[in-house]
């Protein structure tokens, strides 16, 4: 049963904060109390991530020229898991591996730069890039820009379950963001113990039975920011 913010009181009817749809309160009075505290760290989501929820609900509905193209994505990945090659090129910032040949169709020869050796690859999803772009300075952000550094899988990156680490707005297949169960370590997770579940419970990700984050924390952009 959810509580309230402020006074940790079972609200007959529960209020929620009309900004962030997260945090819950008693009365307005309680919502009063907090509201200066709460504005300055919990309400807070960046500029880009308004501008992202705004660009998916118009764009990429069915029978949009994205939802096309993502159909499109989706077959050709399905075919490469299903008969894995070997991969000549990076598949974050498209640069061929050392060891290939220039290509042709990219107007490369022998002095354009390579990717280096393949780096890390997912074996589930075939996802494989170069040590560059595990580089933080070159992550975009999801949607808009793939971050390189995360693979296709839809729960996990690189064989890692995202329900071991805090929230984090890259993480998913880089089109779904993963909202789903989080039990990171406590200490230095970026949350107080107020912010876990009280008792611990099986991980609907990956079937660890741990004490989990509460459910209002699960969408914030990265600990402490919604």
């Not at 890039?129 to 995360?150: K, M, S, W, Y």
């Not at 579940?197 to 924390?217: D, I, P, S, W």
Request: aromatic fraction near 8%.
């Amino acid at each position: 049963m959810a509580r309230c913010h402020v006074c940790k009181k079972t609200p007959e009817k529960a209020l929620r904060c009309s900004k962030c749809q997260k945090t819950i309160y008693c009365s307005s009075d309680c919502q009063k109390k907090d509201w200066k505290e709460h504005k300055r760290s919990v309400c807070v989501k960046p500029a880009i991530m308004h501008k992202l929820d705004k660009m998916m609900k118009q764009h990429s509905g069915p029978g949009s020229p994205m939802a096309s193209l993502q159909m499109f994505e989706e077959a050709a990945w399905a075919e490469r898991v299903r008969d894995p090659q070997v991969v000549p090129a990076c598949d974050g910032c498209f640069r061929r591996f050392k060891g290939f040949p220039p290509r042709k169709d990219e107007d490369e020869d022998e002095n354009t730069p390579d990717a280096g050796d393949e780096f890390r690859h997912c074996k589930k999803c075939d996802w494989t890039i170069c040590e560059d772009c595990t580089h933080p300075l070159n992550q975009g952000v999801a949607f808009f820009d793939r971050p390189t550094n995360t693979c296709r899988c839809p729960t996990a990156n690189f064989g890692v379950s995202y329900c071991l680490s805090p929230p984090c707005y890259l993480d998913g297949d880089g089109r779904k963001p993963y909202h789903g169960d989080r039990h990171p370590p406590m200490a230095g997770s970026g949350y107080s113990e107020a912010s876990f579940e009280a008792t611990e419970r099986k991980c609907k990700t990956c079937g660890v039975v741990a004490r989990h984050l509460k459910r209002e924390h699960l969408k914030d952009a990265v600990p402490g920011i919604v």
